[in-house]
């Protein structure tokens, strides 16, 4: 009970709203019934309003928003009116719902009245199917292989919009569409078993070519395929179907002349010849090569596995010590040696015993620790292969989105091609669950103010039909979903306008602001506005909102776009929840997790050089003013921090959210490693700054810091804490351009930082062939490359830019994690004019030669320096 | 006549039986009887239903958990499950006298949920019945009557009965207040 007393509070400040919300919406309604816009409305507050219900676990009140969805659905599709007496059974059951507001008691009896009323009204339209009583329990298996059939069809009908003479498609839509109407017969759900065998006519005629795949028939698909949903979802929630077939029916019909509406389902002829025998045996008896398995039961199993990993590490530090008793013991009899003539006659029989024992403990020993090193691998295994069984591919996600962006251009009237790639790659379920939204969002936005109209792209010379571009990729621990659209892209001076003439900042504050910080204005609280968010794309969400929950997935999400050209959205996700790769650091006497996808470095700082810059503590860094913030005090912990280190440095770890940098003074570094995430009980759910929790092999707890909160916590002081650019410090050359090759993202985002903070201008190429390329279009100033990479290596890039005649005087400096000395040699030989080796980096060091090389005798803004990487 | 099964706190139970022969102990006739666990905070005692008890722990190390109410001492290990560890004494506005000598973790459950609660000393298993929480429970501080079920007079030594939902549940509990 406690537990849903927490969720309660919780949300109930949320269920208010959206129930004032609909109050709200209903009398704007009742004055104007046509006013779309407020029924809109309405239904999205009734939705938020059951799904408080059904996560409160008040299945009478969940029930009721459910037929008052059905209600307002009725009306939006016309099939009646809103009048006065449904008024007021609506505001009789925005009654119910504040009584529960207040006193957390629901009230069946009025409730139940109240579902009575209304359910005629919806009845005398909607017909109520339920499944034949001996099958009720294989209800909930039905609905979930039904919702394949309907999710396979729709796929298929959108390619099949692309490519309609694509039979094997075709006959992939009409198997779906064969097996739900078995499936459906057998429950004894006829009037959708009907439904669905309308639709295989239709289907069987296309395959026949007696039937063209036109717009209209793929609209009348489509639409039936929805109503099969919509099925479904009441099905789910209700175990009574409400069938709304009709209309879909005469669809379908009026495509084929020759089949009556009325007709009755052949349920008991034999399936056409049209099918194949095989194809036939293929749908009634799928191979049993799958189960389902509820995900409370798979996360049980991720949990176990994980419980079995911190035991190990705690058998395993036993194991240790037992090893160390054991050695102990070697020595200590090495160097008795037990010598014969100091032991007395009657001691040998229980010294011999001794020995015997000590064997035995050696042998016992070293037998553990074989049998722990083999527990360990397998327990290791069982973890990464219980982990991959949550993965699922993002295609379960991205294949929902086509239709999506189907429906929204139409609706907006722009020509889309929508383009998806990397819907393979496969991340944790929890996030695949919850990524649909801020998708779902973005498109919308693309769709609505990203894209022009066809007129305004011929207009400004662009083809007709625009591109969206949605691509997912794995890089190391992280998945990349890029969104992309060639649209008008974002006036980011309009951006600045917008937030200062809403109060969001200062004028004065934001003139310095580079393009990358004004973009970073659309995800502020507040920022959306009725006069850049229509009323589709401005559905109760703003861009804070999808920063939001991308960051609750432990994700961030970046934009950039080109005026005129196109905008680009980058969000990366962790691959799973269930384990992070995390430094452990010391403060205050806690261990403390920070997931690494947080950290950017970490740094030793003279303390003399952390002094007050704009009216808070930093340092400048690179040229930049990073903010230091001490841990303890951030956590709300009153004592101080464990002190400088020797030679009056502090150790800080540099942080990241977004475009947010601080600097957090910590007491010491205990490494890195692969930790797994718990939550820190029912109670503590939502504890400011602390992601989660995990069980150290000591058996202590140790918190996991959630950095986006703690960095965004205060947005008006951290607003200022943006790092600028320093200009007495930094004298930006933009004379000089530099090329950097390196395959490695992350090396190469380094660098590219590094130069860039030192006023260089850089780009950027991943191998030598595309360095090559790049040359070729462009003059550069000077080359940093690697050694290692695919494609071309830098030695024969070196040899290339030396044998050709513009660049045989470009300057180039070789960065390599190889230091042999054949390799410095054959470096210089091939003509580089410097060869540094990564791990003795030293940022100072490259600037100063790169400095040097391009006849520059010093670049400044070197304040500190770096311990990292 | 109760018994006294033994326990950690055997020598307090003895005081306890001796107490309880010198004096005329409350018989419990009719209502059921329950078993309770028995406890100290300071000099006071305090007893809880076992039906809510699932052990008892020596102090863990407890994990400080920041901006939380002042009385959760943060978060502890129990066989992989996060708990969150309770000072019973802020919740109930007692003074923080001289440290425990033995200080233990009385893990409950309530509603489901697990929580440490933190004592400074173990008693051991009284019966009680409903007839015998004659007494009112000592309303400390800042402890609430919800807090209690009642108390019962154990041969010299008042003993509160804690209501684990009514202190578990209130107000502010979890999370700061206002």
Redesign the interface.
């Known amino acids: ?6 969720l309660f ?1 919780t949300l109930k400040d949320d269920y208010r709203e959206a129930l004032e919300q609909f109050n709200d919406a209903l009398l704007r309604l009742e004055s104007d019934p046509e006013d779309r816009d407020s029924l809109d409305r309405a239904s999205r507050q009734l939705h938020n309003v059951k799904g408080f219900a059904n996560r409160m676990r008040a299945p009478k009140l969940g029930q009721l928003a459910h037929i008052f969805e059905d209600v307002l659905e009725a009306i939006s599709l016309g099939r009646f009116q809103f009048d006065e007496t449904l008024a007021n059974l609506l505001f009789k059951g925005i009654d119910l719902f504040v009584h529960y507001l207040r006193s957390r008691e629901v009230p069946s009896d009025k409730v139940a009245e109240l579902v009575e009323e209304i359910e005629p009204l919806l009845f005398t339209t909607i017909e109520a199917e339920s499944a034949a009583t001996d099958m009720e329990p294989l209800l909930p298996d039905f609905i979930a292989a039904a919702r394949d059939n309907v999710e396979a069809i729709n796929r298929g009908l959108s390619s099949l919009e692309k490519d309609p003479s694509n039979s094997e498609i075709i006959r992939e839509v009409y198997r779906n569409a064969h097996s739900l109407k078995g499936s459906a017969l057998t429950m004894g759900f006829e009037r959708m078993g009907k439904l669905a065998h309308y639709m295989e006519d239709v289907l069987r005629a296309i395959q026949k070519g007696q039937l063209p795949v036109t717009p209209k028939a793929c609209d009348a698909l489509f639409e039936t395929n929805d109503a099969l949903s919509v099925m479904l979802d009441t099905l789910a929630v209700s175990k009574r179907m409400k069938v709304d077939a009709e209309s879909s029916m005469k669809r379908l019909a009026s495509l084929l002349p020759d089949i009556e509406p009325e007709e009755e389902p052949r349920v008991a002829e034999p399936v056409r010849p049209v099918i194949e025998p095989s194809e036939v045996s293929a749908t009634t008896v799928p191979a049993v090569d799958s189960v389902r398995v509820s995900t409370a039961r798979l996360d049980e199993l991720i949990n176990l596995a ?2 079995a990993a ?2 190990q590490i705690r058998l395993a530090s036993e194991v240790d010590s037992l090893m160390r008793i054991r050695e102990s013991w070697q020595r200590l009899r090495l160097k008795e040696n037990f010598s014969q003539h100091s032991i007395l006659e009657s001691d040998v029989g229980s010294i011999n015993q001794f020995l015997e024992l000590g064997d035995s403990l050696e042998e016992t020993s070293r037998r553990l620790q074989e049998a722990a090193e083999n527990t360990s691998r397998h327990i290791e295994a069982l973890q990464h292969r219980s982990m991959e069984i949550r993965m699922l591919p993002l295609a379960l996600v991205f294949n929902t989105l086509p239709r999506a962006v189907r429906d929204l251009s139409r609706q907006f009237g722009k020509q889309v091609s929508f383009r998806v790639e990397g819907e393979r790659t496969t991340i944790d379920k929890r996030i695949l669950e919850q990524i649909g939204d801020p998708l779902i969002h973005l498109l919308r936005n693309a769709l609505d103010h990203g894209i022009e109209t066809p007129e305004v792209r011929r207009q400004s010379g662009k083809p007709e039909t625009a591109i969206i571009h949605l691509k997912a990729s794995q890089e190391g621990g992280k998945v990349l979903i890029t969104l992309t659209d060639d649209g008008q892209g974002i006036d980011h001076e309009r951006l600045k306008e917008i937030a200062i003439g809403k109060g969001l900042i200062d004028g004065d504050e934001v003139k310095d602001w580079t393009q990358a910080q004004l973009l970073e204005l659309i995800f502020l609280p507040g920022f959306s506005t009725s006069s850049l968010v229509t009323d589709v794309s401005g559905r109760g969400v703003g861009m804070d909102v999808v920063r939001a929950n991308v960051e609750r997935l432990k994700g961030q999400v970046e934009v950039t776009s080109e005026l005129g050209k196109k905008t680009k959205f980058v969000i990366s996700l962790p691959v799973t929840l269930a384990t992070v790769h995390a430094l452990m650091i010391q403060c205050a006497g ?1 261990i403390l997790a920070i997931p690494t996808f947080s950290i950017t470095k970490t740094l030793q700082v003279p303390i003399h050089e952390i002094r007050p810059i704009q009216g808070r503590q930093a340092v400048v860094h690179q040229g930049e003013i990073l903010p230091i913030r001490s841990l303890v005090t951030s ?3 009153d004592e101080e921090n464990g002190g400088p280190l020797a030679e009056g440095r502090a150790l800080v770890v540099v942080t990241q959210a977004g475009e947010r940098r601080v600097g957090f003074l910590i007491d010491d570094i205990l490494g890195e490693r692969e930790i797994v995430i ?7 759910r ?5 992601a989660g ?1 995990t ?1 150290l092999g ?6 996991i810091l959630d950095i986006p909160q703690l960095l965004w916590q205060k947005p008006v002081e951290v607003r200022q804490e943006w790092p600028e650019q320093l200009e007495e410090e930094v004298s930006p050359d933009r004379s000089h351009l530099i090329l950097v090759v390196e395959d490695q993202v992350v090396t190469r985002q380094m660098e590219k930082s590094i130069l860039e903070a030192a006023g260089f201008r850089v780009v950027t190429a991943e191998n030598g062939l595309d360095a090559l390329e790049k040359l070729r279009q462009q003059s550069f100033d000077l080359v940093v490359t690697d050694i290692l990479m695919p494609k071309m290596d830098g030695f024969t890039l070196t040899k290339e830019i030396r044998d050709n005649e513009r660049t045989k005087n470009l300057p180039v400096v070789v960065v390599t994690s190889m230091e042999r000395e054949a390799d410095k040699r054959r470096g210089l030989e091939v003509g580089a004019d410097a060869y540094l080796v990564k791990s003795s980096f030293d940022q100072r060091h490259l600037i100063d030669i790169i400095g040097n090389l391009l006849g520059k005798r010093r670049v400044k803004g070197q304040g500190t320096s770096g311990t990292g990487n | 006549m109760p018994d006294f099964p033994s326990g950690p706190g055997k020598k307090i139970l003895e005081q306890i039986r001796r107490a309880q022969q010198n004096q005329h102990a409350p018989v419990a006739k009719d209502s059921p009887q329950q078993q309770y666990l028995s406890f100290r905070l300071n000099e006071e005692w305090y007893a809880l239903s076992v039906y809510q008890l699932v052990e008892v722990l020596p102090l863990p190390k407890i994990t400080r958990v920041p901006s939380v109410p002042d009385h959760i001492l943060g978060v502890m290990n129990l066989r992989g499950e996060v708990l969150s560890a309770i000072d019973l004494k802020k919740i109930l506005g007692l003074p923080q006298e001289t440290p425990a000598v033995t200080p233990s973790i009385v893990v409950v459950e309530e509603g489901g949920v697990r929580t440490g609660l933190l004592v400074d000393d173990i008693g051991d298993l009284v019966d009680l019945g409903l007839d015998d929480l004659t007494e009112e429970p000592l309303l400390t501080g800042k402890a609430q009557p919800a807090f209690f079920e009642g108390a019962a007079h154990w041969g010299g030594i008042l003993l509160s009965v804690i209501n684990l939902r009514g202190l578990l549940q209130a107000e502010g509990m979890y999370s700061p207040q206002g």
């Open positions: 009970m406690t537990e849903d007393t927490d509070l994980g419980e911190i035991a806690e956590l709300g912990w718990k939550d820190l009980g029912s109670h503590l939502k504890v400011s700054c602390v929790a069980i000591s058996g202590e707890v140790a918190l």
